[in-house]
């Protein structure tokens, strides 16, 4: 019954989808020098030539390289540095201060310089909500990797003189190298001979797209009804969500196991499809194995230098950074610095920070800690002088130590303060107070604690390195459900709004017991699948990023809302479906609407508007759309359920 008003939608939504990805002619190629009158826009990068330094976005991520790129094949093609940025994820861009009305081409410069074949990357193009691409794949659209192609589409700006572009993953990452926005002197674009038809004033599938339409295809929902809860989302900032936030941790003997291989392709998948994030490499295993510089490589008793060469070539296939643990235990400094050494050499700009041990607070005072910290700390800088650390990663028995820890070692290279975080041993874990301890006791003590260390001592970031709901493993029924992505939302949501900058889900394999939390799941180094915590994450990372927004709540049990930037997200943890009014901080023009759901909160069959993620990364949401009234928007929320708003 709770998806009752979604189906319809979501089914529409595919039907139009298809329909629509052939509604837009291509214009031939104008020869031009230069784009008076519209813009020429860099994306990611800093600008060349024509086109200016990336503006008019919201979301994704940028990455640079200097791949050479192949030119020779598209008329009139960018300055070869625009196809060496690049913004990827799932992003838009509003380009304002156009003519309203007015016909305009749209040139999307594209070069595939991560993946080398097909079938690698596909995403969804859309312009001013008519799908333009449909699972376009560059390379077979460009005949190459490394080669540019453009694409291209004569649209007309809307009402308000604006053309927004939407970028939506369907496998590994949407991007776009460059965009054009040029004036299109021929006025009503005139239809090529290709079979495509594009949105008219009749209903018959071909009609041409000209710069004033009369009818859009438009989807109507089925009327909302649920019980009526009001979100007033706060214009003031109680924190920032950033591009990293959302990460992983992983014990450390994974490192010579074998896990981080370039070659472990739905991995690297999977983390793309969250990334660029950040992985911690410690937990208990970080204090038993130990570096061994002569070592062959490939065992997971021991950290040898040919395991650290693989997890820089995944760390660089993901744009992930590592914070990177170091044995302090059963372990010396000059082998610490010896590995640290080889580890940044390796790692390079992959590597976020050094950690020493892992919680400390089992087998020393906190005293005692920083006394071996400070001999670890001087014997790594002296052969790493540039290195950075986090501290102290104490168990949540101990937040405490970070604010005695901060100030003592602020001017000894720390840069970020760590800690723990649990609810409790999986011995007592149930699904309602799993979703309870976010309210009260541990955690939010916990994530108070450390946001006033940060502000006392100075030390510039602060993150949970290592948490999930129980410890030992979590609980099956529990800690992999749907009841655990909504608990993973509230629990980010706490740490951010307490100044905090980010949390390292711990998962992945280990030789101690099962881990019934992790994000990933796996057989043997193989992802077999995602579980609760991962979707939390995503619907996290398809917020985007930016200010963080508290928000009230009145006329629902169980409901806890924010905003990140002026997009939304509502958590209904609660037993019945909410219709909830949403007054954002700031007018929109449209929204987009992302359902996280399941038939239950015990259950595992999780979907995001509709979609799972698939052991190789694979995500395909249907698109769903909520009308906006100024700064208003109206959703309906399912019974156990969350919902993203993203607005334009």
Not at 447 to 453: D, I, P, Q, Y
Not at 480 to 488: D, F
Request: glycine share 12%.
């Amino acid at each position: 019954m709770k998806n009752r008003f979604y189906r319809p939608i979501i089914m529409i939504s595919v039907c139009l989808l298809v329909l629509l990805s052939t509604l837009v002619a291509v214009s031939p190629i104008p020869t031009h020098a230069a784009t008076s009158g519209g813009i020429a826009i860099s994306a990611g990068g800093s600008g060349s030539g024509s086109f200016v330094a990336d503006t008019d976005f919201s979301g994704g991520s940028t990455v640079t390289h200097n791949h050479t790129v192949d030119l020779s094949g598209v008329s009139n093609p960018a300055p070869e540095a625009v196809y060496q940025s690049e913004r990827y994820g799932n992003f838009s861009y509003a380009i304002p201060k156009l003519t309203a009305g007015g016909s305009y081409l749209v040139r999307l410069h594209e070069a595939e310089t991560f993946f080398s074949s097909t079938g690698r990357r596909a995403f969804n193009v859309s312009i001013n909500g008519t799908q333009v691409l449909s699972n376009f794949d560059i390379v077979a659209a460009a005949g190459a990797a490394n080669k540019a192609v453009i694409e291209q589409f004569t649209v007309p700006a809307d009402t308000s003189g604006t053309i927004t572009i939407q970028f939506a993953t369907v496998t590994n990452h949407a991007k776009v190298d460059g965009i054009e926005i040029i004036p299109n002197s021929s006025g009503t674009p005139t239809p090529t001979p290709t079979p495509t038809a594009t949105v008219g004033p009749t209903p018959t599938p071909t009609a041409t797209v000209g710069p004033t339409p009369t009818s859009t295809p438009v989807i109507t929902p089925t009327p909302i009804t649920g019980t009526p809860v009001t979100i007033m989302v706060n214009t003031a900032s109680n924190g920032n969500a950033g591009t990293d936030f959302a990460g992983f941790s992983y014990e450390k003997d994974r490192v010579g196991a074998g896990m981080f291989d370039v070659n472990n392709t739905n991995l690297v998948n999977l983390f793309r499809r969250l990334g660029p994030s950040s992985l911690r490499l410690g937990g208990n295993l970080v204090d038993i194995v130990n570096w061994n510089a002569n070592g062959a490589g490939g065992s997971a008793s021991e950290i040898a230098p040919a395991d650290v060469t693989k997890l820089a070539g995944f760390l660089q296939a993901t744009g992930w950074k590592a914070l990177y643990g170091i044995n302090l235990k059963t372990n010396n400094p000059a082998n610490a610095a010896s590995e640290a050494k080889f580890v940044s050499q390796a790692l390079g700009s992959s590597l976020q920070a050094f950690e020493i041990g892992n919680e400390p607070d089992f087998y020393t005072s906190e005293s005692g800690y920083e006394s071996s910290f400070n001999s670890y700390v001087s014997a790594i800088k002296a052969v790493v002088p540039n290195a950075a650390f986090d501290g102290p990663g104490g168990s949540d028995h101990h937040p405490d130590w970070a604010t005695i820890f901060g100030p003592h070692e602020k001017n000894n290279s720390l840069v970020m303060l760590a800690t723990h975080m649990y609810i409790g041993d999986k011995t007592t874990a149930t699904i309602s107070g799993m979703l309870a301890s976010n309210a009260s006791g541990k955690l939010p003590n916990g994530e108070s604690t450390l946001g006033s260390a940060k502000s006392a001592s100075g030390v510039p970031l602060w993150r949970m390195t290592e948490a999930n709901s129980y410890f030992h493993g979590g609980a099956a029924g529990v800690s992999n459900v749907q009841a655990a992505g909504l608990w993973s939302l509230d629990f980010m949501y706490g740490v951010a709004s307490n100044n905090g900058d980010g949390v390292n889900f711990h998962g992945g394999t280990s030789t101690q017991f099962t881990l019934n939390y992790s994000p990933i799941t796996f057989n043997g180094l193989t992802p077999t699948g995602v579980q609760g915590v991962y979707y939390g994450e995503l619907l996290w990372e398809l917020a985007g990023t930016g200010s963080l927004h508290a928000a009230s709540v009145s006329g629902g049990s169980s409901v806890s809302a924010w905003g990140i930037g002026n997009n939304a997200i509502v958590n209904n943890k609660g037993t019945t479906t909410i219709k909830a009014t949403i007054t954002l901080p700031a007018s929109a023009t449209s929204a987009t609407v992302y359902i996280m759901t399941a038939p239950s909160l015990s259950s595992t069959a999780i979907t995001i508007n509709g979609s799972s993620v698939s052991a190789n990364g694979a995500f395909t949401p249907s698109t769903m759309s909520a009308s906006v009234s100024g700064n208003q928007v109206v959703i309906g929320v399912p019974a156990g359920s969350a919902a993203l708003v993203v607005t334009q």
